[in-house]
């Protein structure tokens, strides 16, 4: 069964940092694209960033262009996003994904309030 | 940026009837490897997103044969056969044919 654990949301200031992770099991991680996907609340679904199977692609929304650094770890079946300069408007839940689509995580709530 | 519109954004059903979401792609998701990576995913109050649907027409591992999505170059319909209490929620559209991968702004389907 394919699962994917996200961590390391929290409350943060505006202008500081968080490193979310994502760990996977149950299909072979190296294998696969991924992608970090958040929800503010009340709202729809965003894409974030993506990255190639084998960590040496990745790609950033606009809006997190600059500021986001995805990366992986193969050998440890994790997904990592760091997130600097955090703004109120990136409090969101943040998914990682496999894929375009295929398998979701549970979500980490990122809060940045002053 | 591909924009993903969907129609309606608000459906309400009564259960046991048909329902349809409609999604438009302001270009085509054809992708060099000739397919089009056009996805479905319901979302449950409180819940993850989970995938319905890939690749405009393939029912995902477990989605009931209920579910069935159609649709070619820019136009794409899922439709619900007949809707069942554990259908409510919210119904995105996702094209996952390059890079940004943007999603319609949800319909949300409830029970008359």
């Known amino acids: 069964e394919v699962h994917l654990l996200e961590s390391g949301g929290g409350l943060v200031q505006p202008g500081g940092s968080l490193r979310l992770s994502c760990t996977a099991s149950?299909?072979?991680?190296?294998?696969?694209?991924m992608s970090w996907v958040r929800q503010a609340p009340e709202t729809g679904l965003e894409w974030v960033s993506g990255?190639?199977?084998?960590?040496?692609?990745?790609y950033y929304a606009d809006s997190v262009q600059g500021r986001f650094n995805m990366s992986r770890d193969n050998s440890k079946n994790t997904l990592y996003l760091q997130m600097n300069n955090l703004r109120a408007e990136d409090a969101a839940t943040y998914y990682c994904?496999?894929?375009?689509?295929?398998?979701w995580g549970q979500g980490t709530l990122v809060t940045v309030s002053s | 940026e591909i924009v993903m519109t969907q129609i309606p954004l608000s459906s309400p059903v009564t259960l046991g009837q048909p329902a349809s979401i409609s999604c438009r792609s302001s270009?085509?998701?054809?992708?060099?490897?000739?397919?089009?990576?056009l996805s479905w995913l319901h979302q449950r109050p409180g819940q993850p997103p989970r995938l319905l649907i890939y690749?405009?027409?393939n029912r995902f591992s477990g989605v009931p044969d209920r579910f069935s999505g159609s649709g070619a170059g820019t136009d794409f319909t899922l439709k619900i056969s007949r809707v069942e209490t554990e259908d409510v929620g919210v119904y995105y559209c996702?094209?996952?044919?390059?890079?940004?991968?943007?999603f319609g702004q949800g319909t949300k389907l409830e029970i008359k």
């Open positions: 994904v496999s894929g375009g689509s295929y398998f």
């Open positions: 149950g299909f072979i991680f190296s294998n696969f694209g």
């Open positions: 990255i190639s199977a084998s960590g040496g692609s990745t």
């Open positions: 270009q085509s998701l054809v992708n060099s490897d000739g397919d089009a990576y």
């Open positions: 690749k405009i027409s």
């Open positions: 996702m094209h996952a044919t390059r890079f940004p991968y943007t």
